[in-house]
Structure formats: C-alpha cells, structure tokens
C-alpha cells in the first residue's frame, strides 16, 4: 500500500484508505459520485458500485468509447452502500467472483431475519454468537443489523477503527464496542474477521455459536473451513444473476471478466452469443486470433 | 417429523428423509443428530422403514445385496446437466466451485413444489437405476428422477448416487437412531446388523422386537475389526499377558465365506473379489463343513510371503490370465474363525476362536498365521525383528479375551508396523507428466483426511510402473470433475500409500504439511478413502519427531 504516490477515489475511499494506512503521505484526489474529471482527453467519472462504503465503479470515455470497469460490486441493496448504477457503456471490465450459478444470493431482508434469528438462538443456549465477517463492510453491516434489533456487539480492532468513517457518513453505533475492553459478555456478538476463527480470540469462548458470513457459506465445505455451526450467505459481491443482469443493463460490445470465475463466465456470455473473454488469460485469446 | 404413527409416509416421503439428512449435516452433536434420524424413523413401518433405514445410512442397497448404482461422476453430471440446461463444462465447474456434485444440484435446481418420490418411488427408482447397463440409459433414469426433485432431494439422490452423504453420521450414528426410536439396546441393534448385512432389516426387526432373532448368514459380507496402531513396544507394556502376538502380513485383507462347494471371498471394502482369487476359491471349496475365515491374500512364493509389489500385479482382474496364475501365486492366511458349522463365533472369545480356526486347519486348504506370545518387551521387539526378517510387515496383538467386533476399530487389537512411517493418502487431482512420462496422467496431488474433507499435503511423480500409471490415468479421467488447465480434480476415492524423507510444517498445502520427498510405496485398492490417514496422525507424528 505504501507503494502508492497519488490515489484518487471517493471522499469516504480516501477516509478509510487514510485510516487504514496511517503511514502513507501522498497525494490525494477526492472524486465524489458523478463529478467528472478529465486528463489526457479521456474522461473519467465514478458510479456507485455498491460493495461497500464509498465504492466506486469507474467510467472512462474518449472519443464516443467507453470503459465501465466495476470494481468489486454488488447490485443488492444494503445499508452502507448505494446499489451498483449501470451506465451504458461500449466496453465492461466486470468483477466475476461469483461467476457461476451456483451463486445465488438472498436478499438482505431474509439474511439479515436469520442473522437476527440465529443470535437469539444463540442467546436462548446460553451461547455467544460469534460473527465472521470481513472486516470492511461486512462487519460495519452486521453491527447495524444486530443493533435495528437490539443486539449488542463487540467489535474487532480491524473493524472497530473504521467505525469514524462510518459515522461520518451518518451511520451510528450505540450498541457497540471494541474487543480491546474486554470479550464479549452474555448477550454481546462478537464480530470478527473470518481470519480469526482458528485463533484465541474466538476459540477461547468456551460456549459460541459461530456464525460466518460470506458468499462463500453456500458451500457446505465451509462449515470445517470456519469451524462454523450457521452459514449465512452475505455477501458484498455480485452474485451470478445479477452478474447477468449488469451485462445487460450496461450493454456493452464487448465484456472483459476479471477475477474468480472470469473464465466460465465468459464462456457462458459466449454461448449466449456475446463478445466475452477472460482478462485473466489473454494468451488463449491471442491463440484464437492467430 | 409429523406422521401418525404406524404410517407410510407416502407421497413426498423422500422429501423428508433429504431434510433430516439435511438437518443433521447443520447439527454437530452426536446426540443432535442421533434424535433427528431416530425421530423420522420412529413413526415408519413395513418397507418405508427398511428402505429408510438403509438411505438414511447412505446405500440405497443392503449390503448383502452386493448392488451397487455405478452411475460414474460424468453420468450423474451429464443427468444434471440435462434437468438443470446448462452445459456439462458449467455443471462440472460448479461442482468444483461448491465442492461437491450434490451441493451444486441444490444450487441449480428450481424450487419444486410438487410433492416428489415417496420412499418406496425412490427405492424402486434406485434398483432400476443399478439394473440399467448403459451409460445413456442411466443418464435417463437419473434424470427422470431429479424432475421430481425439490432442491434439498436432488442434493440427497445425487450424494446417494456419488456414494457419500458426508453428514459426520456414521453407521453407529444409525444405529443408536434405530435403537431410540424403538427403544432398544443398540449393542443388539448393533449385532443384528451385523448378522443381517442389512441395516434396513436391522430397523424393521428393532421396530418389531425381533432383533434377537435376525440369524447370521454366510455370504453376506462382514464388517472387519479393526486394529489401532502403536509406533513402540513399551505402549503395550502393562498388557502384554493378554496378548496374543501374530506376524502382520502384507498382503489383502479378506473374509472367506465357504459352504459347500461354494466359497466367496469379500475384501475390506466389502467388494466380491472371489474370481481374482480361483486358486484360493478352488482349495476352501475342496474343504469339509461351513466356515468364515478372517484372514490375508498374501503372495506366496518359495514358502515365505511375497512382496506385496508383486501381489499388486494380481488386483482388479476379474479373470487373471493362466500365465499369471503361475507367475505370481497367491495363498491365504487364516488368522481368524468367525463361524463353523453353523455357529456364529463373533462372540465367542479370541481363544475360542483359535481353536475353532486349528480345527477348521486340519484338512490344509489354507495356511494358519503363528499364535506367538511374549512375556516381556524384549521378547515382543525379538518376534517383531523375527517378523520382519521373514518379510511381514510388523506384529498384529491380539487380546486372547476380546469377541470379534465386526466394522469396528478398537484397542482389543493392536498393529505395530514398520518404523518408517508412511501415509496412506487419497488422489485429489492429477496431471501429465513431463519426459518419459509425458502424455501419461502420472503426476498426483494427495491429501489426508480431516474430518469428513481431504486436505492436500503433497504431490508425487513415481513409483509405480507405467502400466499402472495407465490402468489409473484411464480411471482417473472418468471421476475428473473439473480442469485448471492441466491439472484435473479428481473424486477423492484413489488410495496411494507414499513414503518420505521428512515432515515439515508448510503453509503451501492446505493441511498445513508438507512431505520432503514424498514417493509412492504401492496402490492400496484394499482400503477406502474414509481409512486414509487423518491430520490428527500426522500432526501427532510430526509433534513426536519434533521432540526427538
């Protein structure tokens, strides 16, 4: 990270860039939603993408050509992060973590009722509810969930020093505070990053009820990964239909997939006729040119 | 779970049996998951519980049945790929992605409110399926099936059909449900399941207060006991009087089913292997009276076992060439009597068995393993250089007071192998190799078992011949189930016995292992891959050497 000289992004990507490099001394350039800014004729302006606080997609243009390139996304609702826009553009780069059908994501409404529904069982057993969740957007989106209902949580260092940021966007904490006070006691979630499930910190609560929270939990395999008891497919990404969708909205000549499942996405907008490659192996596509 | 008591559970019964599968994959607790199975099965009856009981534990089949599915990976695929409308190429990728073909068939099947198969529908669906021949035919069947299913159904059928349910339920687990429900002692409902081969009957007998009258059957295969290891001899100091000490030997674990003239030889994955094996059928069945023996396939040569090398040779053919027969001849070592004439001996004592087995060894037919005992470790460690010196692989010892615990690995016996630890790990993925080898499937990455998932911990290029190399390159391809360019994952199911220089811990692998200079010893098609080696073994191994 120290690595970057300049960085240019949302008022509340450099906040939390600022806050998670206290370190760094360069130059930044704060670019709110739709204001545009322009440099070697080529004009650049930044669209939500709803992955987290401040994300953004970004939308180069020069001579009637357009790049809509989206960043780690999401078009499902959720409270921190504005739904991804889908300005038309002639050329996609697009994020395909979730690349396959399998993806399939509920809404927030319904993870978020067994989210709420999986603590009070915890609480009724006489268990902590122990919270995997990355640090950055996932944590902050857990708290506000649990603290609509009531709940109390306990906040690991990563997420906990990135709750400034949030509150300055207008989200506020009540029910929180940070694990450096002490573990979480009967009543209190603990939100940790997945990271965490193997060490102290979590293991040492004798009685837990671990909870992990990811696109990841659709798979079973997960539950011995995380050593977790609920899997709750939250996820800050896009999943496979509303990867279609975006394609679709966007309407692009030609979409470039990046990331994840990059390579079977693409071959499944090929076989519905669309100008589709993978960014992650250009070789192949220098290989079908020849 | 709300059926009246007494009761078929008729239309959409197949439908309940996947949600308490399912509830029980999401509950970690023995005691959770033994009253979730306990209380589906209470209420049924007549052939829905028989035919629950066995879907429950996972094989649609009784085990005495010797019937099997065998719809391959790519069948049960191309069946999904046919009910879901996406390509082959996605249905595979998505397996890999979720890790599981079953998993991935509840992603992609639609909600489906219809009330799908009931419990007798699916039994009969499955024995078509297993009567079926043909590839195409099967597809067929399979996907006739999965129209009918809700998501949570297709998860289950297709997790039938990949054989394993991967729930963390075993078949105690089953057991202990069937003696809830019905309120009996599970060692009786454990015995009658062993006698019957067939946990379904078990159920029906436990529900009818008959399991003191399910009989023992010969022919039908048996569980093996199962011996826990020890790496020295003072482990089993304090115990040594009470042990009887034999040779280990190297060969395949079988059990001899004679009566008659008819013999049938199962392996320990339970599998009919009496046609690799004519020249042990042809002596046992020469034999006076009724008997099943516990005992080895060794290569015999000169009057001392062979390398299991050579034995190798003689696996997987079901009609072994007349040349063959003569090249590398084998025998069995009986070391163990487990009925005679009728009587079932499971509970009878060790001694008493022995002497049932010497009685059975008068006529020849077969060889007897030596009973040798040790008064003291010096005599114990002598008998396990004397055991190698004759080319066995350690000592097997065995409590002379113990009954015959079929299926169950206990400390009633022990095995002391080899110094050198190997592991026996399972094929996760394989790729080409290069030089010699190039064009051939012979690079193989291999893991060990955590829990009910493997764990990669290294990869191998050599070790066996290049016959073999192409025997499994064959098999590998049709239980790929996904690419990365030139690697394919494979269904975990291969067996390889590797050694190595050293342990070391390595965050390159996911079991958080490496070997230094892994080589493959042998195939081992004897065991399966839920008898690999754990991350517990290794991690206590590399624990042992650290303190060294």
């Known amino acids: 990270m120290a690595g970057h000289g300049e960085i240019w992004g949302t008022p509340e990507t450099v906040a939390i860039y600022r806050r998670r490099n206290p370190e760094w001394r360069g130059a930044a350039r704060e670019l709110p939603y739709g204001e545009g800014a322009e440099s070697l004729g080529v004009a650049l302006r930044l669209y939500p993408a709803g992955h987290v606080l401040g994300s953004a997609q970004l939308r180069f243009e020069a001579e009637e050509r357009s790049l809509l390139y989206t960043g780690d996304f999401k078009r499902r609702s959720c409270r921190t992060a504005a739904p991804a826009a889908a300005p038309p553009s002639t050329l996609l780069l697009i994020e395909t973590t979730f690349g396959l059908p399998v993806f399939r994501f509920p809404p927030l409404e319904e993870l978020e009722e067994r989210l709420v529904a999986a603590c009070r069982k915890a609480f009724e057993e006489e268990k902590t509810p122990v919270l995997l969740a990355y640090a950055l957007g996932k944590a902050q989106e857990a708290t506000l969930a649990l603290t609509a209902h009531g709940i109390p949580t306990v906040l690991h260092g990563a997420a906990w020093k990135l709750l400034p940021e949030y509150e300055a966007a207008g989200f506020a904490f009540p029910l929180s505070r940070p694990y450096e006070s002490g573990p979480p006691a009967p009543g209190e979630a603990l939100i940790a990053p997945p990271i965490c499930a193997r060490t102290p910190v979590v293991q040492k609560i004798k009685r837990r009820s671990v909870l992990y929270l990811s696109g990841w939990a659709v798979r079973e395999a997960s539950r011995a990964d995380f050593d977790a008891d609920v899997l709750l497919p939250f996820s800050d990404h896009a999943d496979f239909q509303e990867l279609l969708d975006h394609v679709a909205d966007v309407g692009p000549e030609r979409v470039l997939t990046l990331h994840g499942y990059a390579r079977d996405f693409a071959r499944i907008l090929q076989a519905r006729g669309m100008d589709a490659s993978p960014l992650s192996f250009p070789r192949e596509r220098a290989g079908e040119d020849a | 779970m709300t059926a009246p008591k007494g009761a078929s559970l008729g ?475 030139p690697v394919r994952a494979v269904t975990p199911e291969v067996v390889l016995e590797v050694s190595f220089d050293s342990l070391q811990k390595s965050a390159r692998h996911k079991s958080g292992f490496a070997l230094r200079f892994p080589r493959i010893v042998r195939l081992r098609p004897d065991k399966t891959p839920a008898e690999a080696t754990t991350i517990e073994e290794v991690a206590r191994l590399y624990e042992k050497r650290a303190t060294r």
């Not at chain 2, 115990?239 to 034999?246: I, T």
């Open chain 2, 11 to 485: 239309e959409g019964g197949y439908r309940l049996l996947a949600q308490t599968l399912d509830a029980v994959a999401g509950e970690r607790g023995k005691l959770a998951k033994i009253a979730l199975l306990s209380s589906v099965l209470s209420p049924l009856e007549g052939n829905d519980l028989v035919v629950a009981a066995r879907l429950l534990s996972g094989s649609p089949f009784a085990e005495w049945e010797q019937t099997v599915t065998s719809a391959g990976w790519a069948t049960v695929a191309r069946a999904v790929a046919g009910v879901t409308g996406w390509d082959l190429e996605t249905v595979g990728a998505c397996a890999l992605a979720i890790g599981d073909l079953g998993e991935a068939v509840s992603l992609l099947l639609p909600a489906n409110s219809a009330p799908g198969l009931s419990i007798s529908e699916a039994d009969e669906a499955l024995r078509g399926l297993a009567r079926q021949r043909k590839a195409a035919e099967k597809q067929a069947a399979i996907e006739a099936m999965l129209r009918r299913c809700s998501p949570v159904e297709g998860k289950y059928l297709v997790k039938t059909l990949s054989g394993g349910l991967r729930i963390g339920a075993d078949i105690t687990t089953v057991e202990e449900a069937i003696a809830l429900a019905f309120g009996r002692d599970r060692e009786a409902v454990a015995r009658a399941h062993r006698d019957s081969g067939d946990i379904g009957e078990t159920a029906r007998a436990a529900r009818e207060g008959q399991l003191a009258e399910v009989r023992f059957r010969l022919f039908h295969p048996i569980g093996f006991m199962l011996a826990s290891p020890i790496e020295e001899a003072a482990e089993v100091a304090g115990e040594l009087p009470s042990f009887a000490v034999e040779d280990k030997f190297d060969g395949i674990r079988a059990h001899a089913h004679k009566a008659g003239s008819r013999v049938a030889l199962f392996s320990r994955t339970l599998d009919d292997v009496t046609a690799q094996f004519p020249e042990i059928a042809m002596a046992l069945a020469l034999l006076p009276g009724s008997f099943l023996l516990d005992g080895e396939i060794v290569a015999y040569r000169e009057g001392r076992p062979d390398s299991f090398f050579r034995l190798q040779r003689r696996l997987g053919r079901k009609a072994p060439a007349p040349e063959l027969l003569a090249e590398i001849p084998v025998t069995f070592i009986a070391y163990d009597c487990l009925a005679r004439d009728g009587e079932p001996l499971f509970e009878a004592p060790w001694t008493a068995r022995r002497e049932a087995l010497e009685a059975a060894a008068r006529e020849g037919g077969f060889l007897l393993s030596e009973v040798f005992r040790a008064e003291g470790l010096g005599e114990l460690e002598a008998l396990f250089e004397a055991a190698r010196a004759r080319g066995n692989e350690g000592l097997m010892l065995k409590r002379t007071d113990s009954l015959y615990q079929a299926g169950k690995r206990g400390r009633a016996w022990r095995k002391w192998k080899k110094a050198l630890a190997t592991f026996d790990v399972v094929v996760t993925a394989v790729e080409q190799g290069h030089g010699k080898r190039a064009g051939m499937l012979s690079d193989y990455t291999f893991a060990v078992r955590d829990g009910e998932r493997f764990v990669n911990i290294g990869k191998a290029y050599s070790g066996l011949t290049d016959e073999e190399i192409r025997r499994l390159g064959a098999h590998f391809k049709k239980i790929t189930v996904g690419r990365y360019g």
